[in-house]
């Protein structure tokens, strides 16, 4: 999305882009755990059955070229009413189901969150977890950086 576009989502619109993203990049071990551990239990209705499929993956030559086809990547997705009526939805990586489901749902028990307590038992243990480990993912790379340099001999000059 671009910055132009992103100046036009309204404040609760951008937080949902943000769990929604939280969520759906945690390794679906690490989210069942958490989920477990709140001992929700919504009641809802399925109005999309996690189903798996497929999309193109685009990309640009240096990031700005033009658009191409690259590959295509599986994905599940998963949409949920809850008895109150809020629609939970989710679009994950790979073909897990049961991360679907539990993304859908805590998608829509996150908009419901006037207190803000889920999204502090939820999302941002789990948004630490991600941040910890892209830091180690870091500092494992930059342990292997090499520094090259040029001498200049005296006749070149």
């Known amino acids: 999305m671009s910055a132009a576009n992103q100046t036009t989502l309204t404040a609760s619109q951008l ?8 969520l ?23 109005i999309r059955p996690p189903e798996i499929g497929l999309t193109m993956v685009r990309a640009r030559v240096g990031g700005s070229g033009q658009p191409f086809n690259m590959a295509e990547m599986t994905i599940t997705r998963c949409a949920i009413r809850l008895t109150s009526g809020t629609l ?3 679009y994950v990586a790979g073909r897990d189901k049961r991360k679907a489901l539990t993304v859908a749902l805590a998608d829509a028990l996150l908009q ?4 803000q307590q889920l999204q502090q038992q939820l999302v941002v243990p789990l948004e630490a977890s991600l941040q910890a480990a892209a ?3 870091a500092a494992d790379a930059s342990q292997t950086k090499v520094d090259f340099f040029t001498l200049v001999r005296g006749e070149d000059e």
């Open 15 to 22: 937080a949902r882009q943000h769990w929604l993203g939280v």
């Open 88 to 90: 939970g939805v989710s």
């Open 135 to 137: 830091d180690a993912r």
């Open 24 to 46: 759906a990049k945690v390794p679906a071990e690490q989210l069942q755990q958490q989920w477990a551990a709140l001992d929700l239990t919504p009641d809802y209705q399925l």
């Open 112 to 115: 419901e969150d006037t207190d």
